[in-house]
């Protein structure tokens, strides 16, 4: 089978056969880069090896993945690894000060881990929102028996860049002295970190599989191919029974792969339709939305066929997915009800809440935490932090999550280390309007890791708590992330203690800047959170 690549306007083709498990080694210099991405912004930005776009990593599952990374930044970062559960090295996850401390400036560090899980995935950057900057890129791991024929494919990154660094736009939202929200940004589109969009070739009656990740830092993306059937069979690298669809509509961090079959002449070449939007802005012609075309070959100089869209045009609708895997819906063993929204506080400043807390990082790792607390205080949330808001879950317990969203913003809701069931979605607000369920007709929920809330909606998403460890659940808009839409679940912690030993390379990190690796929260004995800043108040 073939794997393409599609930069800019050229198709680079690897080829290769699966053979036995090896190591994947990428080494990565991660410095600030001057560009201009987009053709209308130049600014700085955070790329690898002094470039952008980042090189995409591709693996085949079992196979070891090895980062070496060194940070060229004047500030700390880490790497996650989006979609990777890191069952049994939790501590290769990424998010800084969840489970580790970020990589100083001037100093290297290594992720070392098992590809056990095959799919499209993307790898990013998880201190300081560095994926907003630039730090991010495919990570694509195949199947060594795919359940799919097609002959190759096919993987499109989609990006939104802006005029400005995230750290800007994010001071600009928390500022009490500035209008909130601050007036919007419009960014344009990037294809795999270009501005334009690719062609790709197609041959007569062969089958493409398209790997399409939505790796935007706040807007969505839709795709669509006119004249052609899109069959949908993964949602965020969980395979799904075929889906016939004519478009896909993708929030920040969603992934989809499809598969295309081609015409059996080459009598025409057709357009392909991409669109960057944000239905929470302004619309603006010519800013939002962004109309972009991209162009599918099958032979130099044919005629491109005209093409109308259909009558009964059908988006993707992950809720009617039904999973390859066959498993019906979970138990439920506990309902944990989030609402997630935004409130107004008493310093004046506007965050991001769930359940009235707005997120911020505790003074060392959660993770270190739990394995450092004296038995029996790491199952009790307080000894994290207030604002660490976390969670403890029992072993092997089936988890329904009620997610309620009666914010005027839609959430990209993401968690690490497992992909849930979508069980249910339904309005909060319109009594008549019809509740989605999981099809009864295959009893299979679809299973994603990331997933969209609407506005007045609330969704119902399962899963098992198989996988100890401290993951993160957190909106995947960036700008709602920073401003404290995230909690720390603290999973099977008793089981987590005996399995996993953080090692001392990872310490390091810590204590070269003078961070503790033991303790509660606040790197304390006990419930002595001294030294963490009093949560913030809302404003009645």
Not at 166 to 176: E, I, Q
Not at 253 to 269: C, E, F, I, K, W
Not at 310 to 339: H, M, Y
Not at 367 to 375: G, K, M, R, V
Request: hydrophobic share 35%.
């Amino acid at each position: 089978m073939a794997h393409i690549y599609q930069k800019a306007a050229s198709a680079v083709l690897i080829l290769g056969a699966i053979a036995s498990a090896a190591r994947v080694v990428v080494n990565w210099d991660v410095g600030y880069v001057q560009v201009d991405r987009d053709g209308h912004s130049p600014r700085r930005a955070v790329g690898v090896n002094g470039a952008l776009p980042i090189p995409p990593v591709i693996a085949t599952k079992g196979d070891t993945l090895v980062i070496n990374v060194h940070n060229s930044l004047d500030v700390t970062t880490s790497i996650h690894a989006h979609g990777i559960f890191q069952n049994g090295t939790n501590y290769m996850d990424g998010p800084a000060m969840a489970t580790q401390c970020g990589i100083p400036p001037g100093h290297n560090f290594t992720y070392e881990y098992e590809a056990d899980h095959a799919g499209t995935f993307w790898l990013h950057g998880h201190d300081h929102h560095q994926n907003s900057d630039g730090l991010r890129t495919p990570l694509v791991v195949r199947e060594r028996m795919d359940p799919y024929h097609y002959e190759a494919e096919y993987v499109l990154s989609l990006e939104d860049w802006y005029q400005f660094e995230f750290a800007t736009r994010l001071k600009n939202s928390l500022d009490p002295t500035q209008v909130f929200p601050p007036p919007p940004n419009y960014p344009y589109a990037l294809f795999n970190g270009y501005p334009t969009a690719p062609k790709f070739q197609f041959k007569p009656g062969k089958t493409y599989r398209f790997r399409i990740l939505n790796m935007s830092t706040t807007e969505w993306f839709q795709f669509n191919l006119p004249g052609h059937q899109m069959r949908v069979i993964e949602a965020d690298g969980e395979y799904s029974q075929p889906s016939a669809v004519d478009g896909l509509d993708m929030g920040p961090g969603q992934r989809y792969s499809v598969l295309v079959t081609a015409h059996p002449t080459d009598s025409h070449n057709y357009y392909y339709n991409t669109t960057l939007y944000a239905i929470f802005d302004p619309n603006l012609e010519g800013r939002n939305p962004r109309y972009y075309q991209g162009y599918i070959e099958y032979r130099e100089g044919a005629p491109i066929m005209p093409t109308t869209e259909p009558a009964n045009f059908k988006w993707v609708n992950d809720v009617e997915l039904c999973s390859l895997d066959g498993n019906p819906p979970l138990p439920v063993d506990r309902q944990i009800d989030l609402t997630v929204g935004l409130s107004l506080f008493t310093t004046g400043q506007t965050f991001n809440i769930i359940n009235n807390i707005t997120y911020a990082q505790p003074l060392i790792p959660s993770l270190y935490s739990t394995l450092s607390i004296d038995a029996p205080l790491y199952t009790n949330e307080a000894v994290y932090g207030p604002q660490t808001h976390a969670l403890v879950l029992k072993h092997l317990e089936s988890i329904e999550l009620l997610i309620k969203n009666p914010s005027v913003l839609l959430h990209p809701m993401h968690l690490h280390g497992h992909a849930f069931q979508i069980i249910e979605l339904g309005s909060l607000v319109n009594q008549s309007e019809p509740v989605l369920r999981y099809s009864e007709k295959c009893n299979s929920p679809m299973k994603r890791d990331t997933f969209v809330v609407p506005v007045d909606h609330y969704a119902k998403l399962r899963f098992r708590a198989d996988n100890p460890g401290v993951w993160l659940l957190h909106c995947h808009m960036d700008v709602h992330f920073g401003m404290g839409m995230a909690l720390t679940f603290i999973e099977a912690p008793d089981v987590l203690r005996q399995r996993q030993k953080v090692p001392d390379s990872m310490l390091e990190l810590c204590h070269v800047q003078g961070i503790r690796t033991k303790g509660n929260g606040a790197g304390n004995a006990g419930f002595d959170l001294t030294g963490l800043p009093p949560p913030p108040t809302l404003k009645a």
